[in-house]
C-alpha cells in the first residue's frame, strides 16, 4: 500500500505532509501561490475589459441603424398581414 494513501484513510494526510516541509517555507509558498493567483485574475480582468469595451464600441451605432430598418420592416409586415387577410384561410 502506498504511503500516503494509507494517511489519507487514517486522516493524517495534513500531519504526514506538514512533517515533510518546514514551518517557515509554508507562509512563503503560500505567498507566493497568492501573488501568481492575483497575477493571473488581473491578467483575465484586463483580457475581458478590453473585450467587452470592444463589444460596446461596436455597439455604439446599431441602435441608429435599428431605427433606419425598423420603418421599412414595419411597414413590409402590414403589407404581408394585410394580403393574408385577402387571401382569407
Known amino acids: ?8 484513510r487514517s486522516g493524517g494526510f ?6 515533510s516541509c ?3 517555507l509554508i507562509p512563503a509558498a503560500t505567498h507566493r501561490h497568492l501573488l501568481q493567483l492575483r497575477e493571473s485574475l488581473v ?3 484586463n ?6 469595451v470592444g463589444m460596446a464600441s ?3 451605432g446599431l441602435d441608429a441603424a435599428l431605427g433606419r430598418v425598423r420603418l421599412p ?3 413590409l409586415r ?9 387571401e382569407g384561410p
Open 1 to 8: 500500500m502506498h504511503a500516503s494513501a494509507s494517511c489519507c
Open 43 to 45: 491578467d483575465t480582468i
Open 22 to 24: 518546514k514551518p517557515p
Open 47 to 52: 483580457h475581458d475589459y478590453a473585450t467587452f
Open 14 to 19: 495534513a500531519r504526514a505532509a506538514a512533517g
Open 58 to 60: 461596436n455597439l455604439k
Open 78 to 86: 402590414e403589407e404581408v398581414l394585410f394580403l393574408q387577410v385577402l
Open 73 to 75: 420592416v414595419n411597414s
